[in-house]
């Protein structure tokens, strides 16, 4: 079993428990099925990615997330569930495109940088995510519009300057 495969399945089996565990501890019993349903629809959208299951599973959780956020349901299982279900959608894909090439060193070297990217990403994801939800700051609209628009000119600067050429 490939680093792949573990990383997808302990993602899988991760979020999907936290969806249900979440729907089970509100007591709603239906939720916790459905999400038995989504953890399994997983398993066969891994087997035939072109579908496109793998969109519908990921829209799924989310949507799982957000209901089981309105039926009154752990906000922190829901949050946890639905964005470690974006890492579940992202591994399909990845292993999708490396089905047909051979495991030699340079796609070794692309999956190991693409599983450390998809791990920083979601951690730092998640952890940006509870911090908004226990730190609260009043800014004015107008500040925070500056912001984001100071946000947007810096990732456009850093992405001009990574799109040079040497």
Known sequence: MTLRQ???????????????AGYLIAGQWAGAALTLITGLAWLYAR?????????ICLVAAVCLAVAGLLAGASPVLMLLGSGVALAVWDLILLEAALKGDTLNKQTRRYESRHLQSLALALGFGLLVTFL??????????????LFVAL?????????????QPG
């Open 132 to 145: 908004g939800r226990w730190l609260h700051f009043q800014l004015p609209f107008v500040i925070l519009l």
């Open 6 to 20: 573990i990383f997808f399945f302990a993602c899988l089996a991760f979020s999907t428990f936290c969806l249900a």
């Open 151 to 163: 946000v947007i000119f810096g990732l456009d600067r850093i992405w001009r300057y990574i799109k």
């Open 47 to 55: 087997k035939d990615p072109a579908l496109w299951l793998p969109q």
